[in-house]
């Protein structure tokens, strides 16, 4: 008899709203810097900084930026692209990052999915991010209630689509040939890496956007059920 099934899960956009809690935060910090923001709408503000923080994503997973510079940057870029005052950098990155924390929320059906993985197999979440947030969100949700194992980037040192993230969460769970099943919204990051790692990928695809090759998808989580 082979060993429990893995079902890992990615963290945001995946069990965490990370996408509106992003936005919302932003709605906030904007609303609360009226002269540093002064003339530039919302919609636009919003704009440059996921395009910059997209950017520097990128750069941080190939190693070429760390950690710290990310997170300074990603609000830096933007100011100076709108040409606002970029001294207001600091201020306004934490004060968004208050406000981002405020705005999590549980994607619907998330309890309800991690239950019934943990009756069938052995869950885990297999996150890119930053450990002391995606730890938080983890801790504030309580799923570690069901979550008997947490990989993250940073202390792996890997990133999806890394097979060596990939690799680290099986050995973690003990490794032994059984079924791997990886779930998550990205299909760049979660259903290629998981796929080229030899995980089953399901692709959590809330907002139906369609995958660019043939994958096994779901637009609600309550849906993997009969999958697992
Ligand atoms: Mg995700």
Redesign the pocket.
């Known amino acids: 008899m082979s060993a429990p099934p893995l079902f890992f899960f990615?963290?945001?956009?995946?069990l965490v709203d990370?996408h509106a809690a992003e936005e919302d935060a932003h709605r906030e910090t904007h609303a609360s810097h009226a002269s540093l923001f002064s003339g530039v709408a919302f919609d636009d503000w919003l704009a440059a900084y996921r395009r910059n923080n997209l950017r520097l994503w990128h750069e941080y997973g190939k190693g070429e930026i760390d950690r710290p510079t990310l997170a300074t940057r990603r609000f830096a870029l933007p100011l100076a692209d709108l040409g606002l005052d970029i001294a207001g950098g600091a201020a306004v990155s934490a004060f968004y990052i208050g406000a981002y924390n405020r705005n999590w929320r549980l994607i619907e059906g998330a309890e309800g999915v991690l239950a019934h993985a943990a009756e069938l197999g052995v869950v885990g979440i297999l996150?890119?991010g930053f450990r002391q947030t995606q730890r938080a969100k983890i801790a504030r949700f309580g799923l570690d209630r069901w979550a008997r194992h947490v990989i993250l980037s940073e202390d792996v040192g890997a990133m999806k689509p890394s097979r060596a993230i990939f690799d680290a969460a099986w050995k973690a769970a003990g490794g032994e040939v059984r079924r791997r099943v990886y779930v998550?919204?990205?299909f760049a990051?979660?259903v290629v890496g998981a796929k080229e790692a030899g995980w089953f990928p399901i692709f959590?695809d809330r907002h139906g956007k369609g995958a660019p090759e043939p994958v096994v998808f779901v637009t609600r989580l309550a849906d993997l059920k009969p999958l697992f």
Request: charged share 35%; aromatic share 8%; glycine share 8%.
């Open positions: 990615d963290l945001d956009d995946t990370h996150s890119n998550g919204d990205s990051t979660d959590f």
